[in-house]
């Protein structure tokens, strides 16, 4: 399923060298306070015993990839599975040898990954689907869940997936009180797990509830994204311990006020990741305090929530490693993505509308071109800022052979026509009537998608272009161009604003 294609950093010999000590006690670290109440183990540390080193030389021992530039990696059944800068799936094994798992998504936006069965995959996607892959990289299942955006994580073997509300997004719900904190998947059957903290606003419920998953097969892992909790719980809910660290940034519940018209929402991230590494040590990343310019790392005794040892970060966004003695090591991000091109671009599906004016628009008639795609609607604010740019970058790029299929995804054609005519633009549009969001499976609207000669998408940028995006969509172009065979470089880009 996966295509090796190289060694992300230097190629590592597995001899053992002598190394600085993986951490060292903390001089006058209190004691944890820690009370059971009603059969829970709630434990407060401010300070952990131990600090660690975080190593920045090549690993001698196999490690575990645990964050890719503050991404976290889930342990799957070879390597580490973890998203990219550009939304790529990743897979990094022990001795950091990155591969590109080959998948056919038909263009959906992936969020998150963990291992299944039979060297499948599950993963999320911006629409907020929960998708089984197989061991071919076609997704052979697509279910919707209790969560607006869910994210998935999972044993190594892929036996124990469990689902959590996304931090990286969500969506204004009324709230229910019998909503899961987490659920677990059992042969594609979903259960719910804990139960949800309402705000005072409810519709903010699912951001107040969002937050990071792990599991080690016998307990799962949640972290509150505003929240200075870590909290255990068995396969059938109940909460085991609870871990608080005296961070002050903790945000109890999330609220917002309305400024100058606009929905302000007050709350500080706190838990940016989790994940079981090796050595059977849980491993959070957080905020150290009121910044999000910096990170901490706790690494926890999973079965009583002990505070075992801390590090600091000068960066949120860090790369880190680690081997099964704990030892953690700082790695170079971007090289361990560079030259990491296998995998394949995703096949563009294939289009033949009405268009508005009469007649039909088929990419089938553009074969062998390269063609710039743009969904919209009338309705949609960041389609009307970005329409004259990608018009005009229409218009640079015609007399080189660019093609330009303009895709309205609205009922009301009149509405449309309105629209263009307000903007003075007269190109071809295709209706898609309200249909190319699900066919497509797009995260909203605008969405923009550049196809390489072999109908294959050679990048996609969601929801309005920038001054920024559009000089590098106009470089993404000039490179296609450019191309008179097959790419080199089968990688897709994705770009999300």
């Keep these: 399923m996966a295509v090796l294609i190289g060694v992300a950093l230097v190629a590592l010999g597995f001899g053992r060298r002598t190394r600085a000590p993986a951490s060292t006690p903390v001089p006058g670290a209190p004691p944890s306070l820690v009370d059971t109440i009603g059969g829970i183990v709630h434990r407060t540390t401010s300070l952990a015993p131990l600090r660690l080193i975080p190593d920045s030389d090549a690993p001698d021992l196999p490690v575990q990839l645990l964050w890719l530039e503050g991404r976290g990696a889930v342990a799957g059944h070879e390597a580490a599975l973890v998203l990219d800068g550009a939304g790529q799936l990743l897979a990094v094994d022990d001795h950091l040898r990155s591969s590109r798992p080959e998948l056919n998504l038909e263009g959906r936006v992936l969020l998150s990954a963990a291992a299944a069965s039979d060297k499948g995959l599950w993963a999320t996607d911006a629409r907020g689907m929960l998708l089984l892959v197989d061991s071919t ?36 719900r009324w709230p229910d009180d019998a909503a899961p904190l987490v659920a677990s998947l059992s042969d594609g059957v979903q259960r719910g797990l804990g139960r949800v903290t309402i705000p005072e606003q409810g519709i903010l419920a699912e951001l107040n509830n969002a937050g990071q998953v792990a599991t080690d097969g016998i307990r799962i892992f949640y972290a509150p994204f505003i929240r200075d909790e870590i909290i255990a719980l068995s396969p059938v809910g109940d909460t085991l311990w609870v871990l608080r660290r005296d961070l002050p940034q903790t945000t109890e519940e999330v609220r917002f006020e309305l400024i100058d018209g606009a929905a302000v929402i007050d709350y500080h991230p706190v838990n940016l990741g989790l994940v079981m590494g090796p050595g059977g040590r849980l491993y959070a990343l957080s905020t150290p305090g009121y910044t999000t310019e910096a990170s901490r790392l706790d690494q926890i005794d999973p079965a009583t929530g002990a505070l075992l040892a801390t590090a600091e970060f000068p960066t949120a966004i860090p790369t880190l490693a680690a081997d099964a003695e704990g030892r953690v090591y700082v790695l170079d991000g971007a090289g361990l993505v560079s030259g990491t091109t296998g995998g394949r671009r995703d096949t563009f599906r294939a289009f033949d509308l009405p268009l508005l004016d009469g007649g039909r628009l088929s990419l089938a008639d553009w074969s062998g071109s390269v063609v710039l795609v743009n ?64 066919e497509y499976h797009l995260p909203g609207l605008p969405v923009t998608l550049l196809i390489d000669r072999e109908g294959r998408v050679a990048g996609r940028w969601i929801g309005g272009l920038s001054a920024r995006q559009a000089s590098g969509l106009r470089a993404a172009i000039r490179a296609e161009l450019a191309r008179e065979g097959p790419p080199t470089n089968d990688e897709g880009m994705n770009h999300h604003h």
């Design 375 to 438: 969904f919209w609607a009338s309705w949609c604010a960041p389609c009307r800022a970005e329409m004259p740019a990608l018009d005009s970058i229409a218009r640079e790029f015609d007399g080189e052979g660019l093609r330009y299929a303009s895709l309205n995804d609205e009922h009301d054609h009149d509405a449309a026509r309105r629209f263009l005519n307000g903007l003075g633009l007269t190109m071809p549009v295709a209706l898609g009537d309200g249909k190319l969001q699900n």
């Design 137 to 172: 990289g076609q997704v052979v299942r697509e279910d919707s869940t209790a969560f607006a955006f869910p994210v998935v994580t999972g044993t190594p073997d892929g036996a124990h997936p469990y689902l959590a509300r996304s931090s990286q997004r969500f969506a204004y």
